[in-house]
């Protein structure tokens, strides 16, 4: 896979938005009609992002979102929500915990919390089984890059 793309109406200013979620660079030459975000700081195992400008807004649900992982949520939201997120929704189903925000665009992803019962344990999970197995901050501070969703 070479990049993530995203529509916009204004590629520079979701590049930088998104640039300050995962803690990676906008590139040089970013502006409102095309901008990549990816750079020095983007791990090596993960793909850049591509904004280019479209003249429509985005309608309707997407069918494909990014996931952070972030062992704590409630910091992470806060400070994706001062930053131009909004916040969706939050759920707990699957043995899983996940917020669903949307971009300053309205494009959706998720903050999810690691996961929390090893694979293949068939037990699903309950909130009394919200113990992390990966230490870890923030998406960016840990340097993960976007995973799909299983959702």
Same mark, same amino acid.
């Given at each position: 896979?070479?990049?993530?793309?995203?529509?916009?109406?204004?590629?520079?200013?979701?590049? $930088?938005?998104?640039?300050? #979620?995962?803690?990676?660079?906008?590139?040089?030459?970013?502006? %409102?009609? #095309?901008?990549?975000?990816?750079? +020095?700081?983007?791990?090596?195992?993960?793909? +850049?992002?591509?904004?280019?400008?479209? +003249?429509?807004?985005?309608?309707?649900?997407?069918?494909?979102?990014?996931?952070? #992982?972030?062992?704590?949520?409630?910091?992470?939201?806060?400070?994706?929500? %001062?930053?131009?997120?909004?916040?969706?929704? %939050?759920? $707990?189903?699957?043995?899983?915990?996940?917020?669903?925000?949307?971009?300053?665009?309205?494009?959706?992803?998720?903050?999810?919390?690691?996961e929390l019962t090893?694979?293949?344990?068939?037990?699903?999970?309950?909130d009394a089984d919200?113990?992390?197995?990966?230490?870890?901050?923030?998406?960016?501070?840990?340097?993960?890059?976007?995973?799909?969703?299983?959702?």
């Amino acid at each position: 896979m070479g990049e993530v793309t995203y529509d916009a109406r204004d590629a520079g200013r979701l590049a $930088r938005f998104w640039a300050e #979620v995962l803690g990676w660079d906008v590139g040089p030459g970013a502006s %409102e009609y #095309v901008a990549e975000v990816g750079g +020095p700081r983007r791990p090596p195992d993960s793909v +850049p992002m591509l904004f280019v400008q479209v +003249p429509e807004d985005k309608v309707g649900k997407s069918r494909i979102h990014l996931d952070l #992982v972030a062992e704590d949520i409630a910091t992470e939201v806060a400070r994706l929500v %001062e930053i131009g997120a909004t916040v969706v929704h %939050e759920k $707990r189903e699957w043995g899983h915990h996940w917020v669903t925000l949307q971009d300053p665009e309205g494009n959706e992803f998720c903050v999810a919390q690691p996961e929390l019962t090893p694979a293949g344990s068939g037990d699903g999970g309950t909130d009394a089984d919200q113990v992390p197995l990966t230490a870890g901050g923030s998406a960016a501070a840990a340097g993960k890059a976007p995973s799909p969703d299983p959702r």
